[in-house]
């Protein structure tokens, strides 16, 4: 058996692995023929993982999942921690006289009630801070207040054009 090109040309075994060699193929070929071989390899990988199946998390994923009759992957179920008390503070802030930027916060968490507040210094000069709670009972709760005194640069009149 003879191979041929386009023109009915007869090809050497020579021309032929030439004419086969990736770089004179079509980009769009050659794209396809890269993309099959990726999806090969990548299912052989996934196949050859633990002796049980897919292995690790995606197959605790899946099994949660199908005792909980979701049906596989892609059911949502909303995750409960009986035994978790969360609990943090946290602090920060940021002073930079050269921007301007000068901001703090903190936080405190026990279990479902938060407590925490924020202050920033706004651009008139005023110092803005917001105190809040949220509780799973009460909601969210803020107030805010200022203090010092804004400046207002004075803008002069300009006559009409």
């Known amino acids: 058996m003879h191979t041929t090109n386009q023109r009915g040309k007869k090809l050497s075994p020579l021309s032929l692995r030439v004419s086969l060699h990736p770089c004179n193929q079509h980009p769009s070929t050659l794209f396809q023929s890269l993309l099959t071989v990726t999806c090969v390899a990548l299912a052989i990988a ?9 292995g690790g998390h995606a197959e605790s994923y899946l099994e949660s999942n199908l005792q909980a009759g979701l049906g596989g992957y892609g059911g949502h179920q909303e995750e409960h921690y009986p035994d978790h008390h969360p609990k943090y503070a946290y602090k920060y802030g940021v002073s930079d006289g050269h921007t301007g930027d000068i901001k703090d916060a903190a936080e405190q968490r026990d279990g479902d009630v938060v407590h925490g507040e924020y202050s920033l210094l706004q651009p ?4 803005r801070t917001v105190h809040y709670t949220a509780s799973h009972h009460g909601g969210f709760n803020a107030h805010v207040s200022y203090s010092g005194h804004g400046i207002h640069p004075q803008q002069l009149s300009q006559g009409h054009y």
């Not at 996934?46 to 897919?54: D, E, H, Q, V, Y």
């Not at 008139?124 to 110092?127: I, N, S, T």
Request: charged share 25%.
């Open 46 to 54: 996934l196949c050859a993982g633990a002796p049980g199946g897919l």
């Open 124 to 127: 008139d000069g005023r110092k």
